[in-house]
């Protein structure tokens, strides 16, 4: 029955979608880019007939049109997102310890992500940006950061906070008590989903310290399967991802907020090379083929702001 329910639901979202899509093609929508406004936009590729994957000739960001109000990206996130682990509340009842509840499959999946912060920036403060219920906020917590999480769905926030006894905001202008705080701004798998980037980068620079840094891990829309695949594979150009992004977005962009120290690369990850990388240049980079983008921003070196 359970089951019969899901397959419905998942049908009269689809079909919400595509009738929303649809009107906002009859309405003429405008396609201009979502992070500098620019109408020199072009299509570089099709999908289902209806959606188009765009890219500004300015910033070099690709996008979904028609494209979605902040409003109701709201409003989808916190009532109709349905994605597995992020979503998927923990229901053990009475654990001895909050670790727990904590899925194998999180540990897995952050694992690779974790041991490039920590070979980064061993210790410190850090905004778990998107965190849902806490599921990387706690595994942060536990390997000895001072972790705060920061996620726009109420329900998903208060349950990391009274279950898991994390520190999880879930309005906006709460993190503004937090300027200049942190170590590490970490936005794994956030960035994609928003219909906006407008003042996202400048609200990083103002949370993090002098010499913090930002750590972002999105779908790599110039990896090996996005190249020979492209609006068809799966993380690009679909309802719940209306960003797609390519490294020379970050690295065009970033320096204009403030990171003047921008390193790209894709998975596999080796955390000992990064990092030698990253402490040799201001602009690393290594091999792009793979499925997920990292991205490796900072305001300033140690060294620099002595």
């Known amino acids: 029955m359970r089951a019969d329910a ?3 639901s998942r049908i009269a979202g689809q079909t919400g979608f595509l009738l929303r899509v649809l009107r906002q093609r009859v309405t003429r929508q405008d396609a201009d880019c979502p992070y500098c406004s620019s109408s020199d936009t072009e299509v ?3 999908k289902r007939f209806v959606l188009q994957l765009r890219r500004c000739a300015q910033c070099r960001l690709m996008f979904r049109w028609p494209k979605e109000t902040s409003d109701w990206n709201v409003s989808f996130y916190r009532n109709r997102y ?3 682990l992020v979503t998927e509340l923990p229901d053990r009842r009475e654990p001895r310890a909050a670790m727990e509840l904590l899925p194998d499959e999180a540990a897995r999946w952050f694992a690779p992500k974790l041991a490039v912060l920590r070979a980064l ?3 410190g403060r850090v905004l778990d940006y998107g965190s849902s219920w806490g599921y990387c906020t706690l595994q ?3 390997t000895g ?3 705060v999480g920061f996620e726009i769905s109420k329900p998903r926030a208060n349950f990391g906070n009274a279950r898991l006894g994390l520190n999880i905001l879930h309005d906006p202008d709460a993190l503004e008590r937090y300027a200049g705080y942190f170590d590490v701004i970490l936005a794994s798998h956030v960035l994609e989903h928003l219909p906006s980037l407008f003042g996202v980068f400048d609200r990083f620079r103002l949370l993090l310290k002098p010499t913090g840094a930002l750590l972002v891990f999105v779908p790599n829309c110039e990896g090996r399967n996005a190249r020979k695949l492209g609006a068809r594979w799966g993380p690009m150009c679909c309802e719940k991802h209306p960003l797609a992004f390519e490294a020379s977005f970050f690295e065009g962009i970033l320096p204009q907020h403030g990171f003047p120290s921008v390193g790209t690369f894709s998975d596999p990850y080796d955390p000992p090379v990064i990092a030698r990388l990253l ?3 201001r602009r690393a ?3 792009l083929s793979g499925d997920e983008l990292m991205v490796w921003a900072q305001k300033m070196s140690p060294t620099e702001s002595a």
């Open 6 to 8: 899901s397959v419905m």
């Open 44 to 46: 570089v590729d099709r």
């Open 82 to 84: 349905r994605e597995g």
């Open 121 to 123: 920036v061993p210790a």
């Open 140 to 142: 942060l917590k536990a």
């Open 145 to 147: 950061y001072d972790a």
């Open 279 to 281: 402490a040799a240049s």
């Open 285 to 287: 980079s290594g091999d």
